[in-house]
């Protein structure tokens, strides 16, 4: 597998980068961004389109809603980029945050465009039932948030609920989830140790054992669908590395995501150092931009929130 330093590393965002306006820029100026949003629209029998660029922003929130707009978005500002020359059909390697790793996957061959839609579509759905079904949320605390501290503070404040690291986002943010008043004690406690704690606004306790009802659900729906050997690197969320090429590790690291932590800051910690190139960050939003600030500066990201 190619990864040269004159070759590009696609990143692709994941929840959290949705915002209204999304993908419109890329919708009006390209006829390769336009096609992949009428494709989306006939797959799921809605005008996705529609809601992107004019919401209402409490429909395209939902996360059953902002992970087919996402993925979808994300697709379209690609196929835009590869048509007007400003990066290869294939990249070298790819990388996603949450969602956004099935993007990654699709970009490198595991799946077709309409797969990868229905897939996070029920993917999101199945979150969102099972965060009605199990109500949790989410804190993010920032400071020196080495793992062991973090994995120290859920322990002393978990109680008899869930509480547990979600995602790695960079060497000075981790986000903890779980069950609502164990995230409340970890938001108190969180000073005492050197962290500032903020809650967050979100569906529910994702990356974390109450979101197993939809990694099951997920499970069975990646069994049906049309899997290839991608053809280039996947970074995977769970391990930091590359997904091993079978389809059959591929699901199960996809199934784990789900009840386990992102691990971001590590993935492109492994990236930076092993795979050299030029490094795009796919819209929408500037999120991973940002990230990669903290991570290595040393690594620009060129952003395509925007055509320009």
């Given at each position: ?100 790793e099935f993007t990654a996957l699709h ?129 995977a969320n769970v391990t930091a590395r ?59 990201v060129k952003n395509f929130a925007q055509?320009?």
């Open positions: 597998m190619p990864h040269e330093s004159t070759k590009q590393i696609v990143l692709c965002p994941g929840q959290g980068a949705q915002a209204i306006g999304m993908g419109q820029a890329w919708h009006e100026a390209s006829d390769a961004a336009r096609e992949v949003f009428n494709e989306a629209n006939d797959a799921l029998g809605l005008d996705l389109a529609a809601l992107c660029f004019n919401g209402p922003a409490d429909k395209l929130n939902r996360t059953d809603v902002a992970q087919a707009a996402i993925y979808t978005v994300s697709v379209a500002c690609h196929r835009a980029l590869v048509a007007d020359g400003k990066l290869p059909a294939l990249p070298a390697a790819t990388a996603g945050l949450s969602l956004g970009l490198a061959g595991a799946f077709g465009f309409a797969d990868g839609l229905k897939l996070v579509r029920l993917r999101g759905q199945a979150m969102q039932d099972a965060a009605e079904a199990n109500p949790g949320t989410m804190v993010a605390l920032t400071g020196e948030v080495t793992e062991d501290a973090v994995v120290a503070l859920c322990d002393r404040s978990r109680g008899d609920g869930v509480l547990v690291p979600a995602n790695f986002n960079n060497p000075m943010q981790v986000v903890v989830s779980g069950s609502a008043n164990a995230c409340a004690r970890a938001a108190d406690a969180a000073g005492d140790v050197g962290f500032k704690a903020i809650p967050l606004t979100v569906a529910g306790a994702f990356h974390s054992p109450l979101m197993q009802p939809a990694a099951d659900r997920l499970a069975q729906a990646l069994e049906a669908v049309d899997w290839k050997r991608p053809v280039v690197p996947v970074i590359p997904h091993d090429d079978e389809p059959v590790s591929i699901r199960q690291r996809l199934v784990e995501q789900l009840t386990h932590p992102v691990r971001w800051t590590q993935s492109m910690q492994w990236a930076t150092q092993n795979l050299p190139g030029r490094y795009a960050e796919l819209a929408p939003g500037k999120v991973l931009s940002g990230l990669m600030r903290r991570i290595d500066r040393g690594t620009k055509p320009g």
